[in-house]
């Protein structure tokens, strides 16, 4: 019937993991922005977000910038505090604090 090389096996089954996992990750995707439509407490800042989209869409950019990014923050107020206790504690690895002091002293301004 037909011949099947073994590079044409690699290629389906590699193809195949390619499918799956897309349609694995819809799956997510969608199950995650029905989980967000529950989170009352982000409807502030969702909204402030999308309506700074529409503006932005709707050619008033200054405006729809200013209001995307209070929608912004307002969205990851949570998180902050995470990320900046992750970047300070950065310093504390061997390989990035001596990378650090290397590049303390080589920083210029002109």
């Known amino acids: 019937m037909f011949s099947v090389t073994e590079w044409q096996k690699i290629g389906v ?3 195949g993991f390619g499918i ?4 694995f990750g819809v799956l ?4 995650s922005v029905l989980l967000a ?3 009352r407490h982000k409807l502030k800042g969702t909204s402030f977000f999308l309506g ?13 910038m200013s209001l995307e990014t209070y929608g912004f923050f307002n969205l990851f107020r949570g998180f902050f ?3 900046f206790g992750f970047l300070g504690n950065a310093f504390n690895v061997p390989f990035l ?3 650090f002091r290397r590049l303390q002293g080589t920083s210029s301004m002109v």
């Open 37 to 39: 439509f529950g989170n």
């Open 81 to 83: 505090p995470v990320a």
């Open 20 to 23: 799956f996992f897309i349609l």
């Open 28 to 31: 997510l995707y969608f199950d």
């Open 97 to 99: 604090s001596s990378l």
């Open 52 to 64: 700074g989209v529409l503006l932005v869409l709707l050619r008033w950019p200054l405006l729809g």
């Open 13 to 15: 089954g590699t193809a």
